[in-house]
């Protein structure tokens, strides 16, 4: 559902885009000045129309108009329909019997005071140091530069 309305969303926006530039369009029209004249059309010859003949006269309407409405159709009789459902015969299965349980007894009484302290964590093993300093590493020295004089 979110999908349409970003869709609906998105297509009524292109819809104001696409009037925004329909009416700078007109506006534009509208400022021109009115020197320009429409182009003459050279009149053009009407087509005759072919005569249809009509049909004789039509019959007359009758002088009297029937007053009453003819009689409705009798409705046929329609046989009783039985209100009362019968039963529907229906048997299950007796349902197990579940076995008695032992009772458990008396439950034990619930300490009146709680441990104070907490047990003691166990201890984390150390982890090695990671050296942090780079080892120096000898270089070869490079040659003496040649003496300018």
Partial sequence: MASFNCF????????SFASIDVGVATRHLLQQPQTQSLPSFPNLPTPSRPSFPWPGALPPLPATLPIGLPPLPSIPSVSTIPTAIPPI????????????????????PLPTTFPRGLAPLPSIPLVPTIPTAVPSIPFFSPPPSPSTR
Avoid at 8 to 15: E, I, R, S
Avoid at 89 to 105: C, D, Q, T, Y
């Fill in 8 to 15: 609906a969303l998105a297509f009524l926006m292109a819809l």
């Fill in 89 to 108: 015969p229906f048997s299950s299965p007796p349902l197990p019997s579940f076995p008695n349980l032992p009772n458990p007894g008396v439950l034990p």
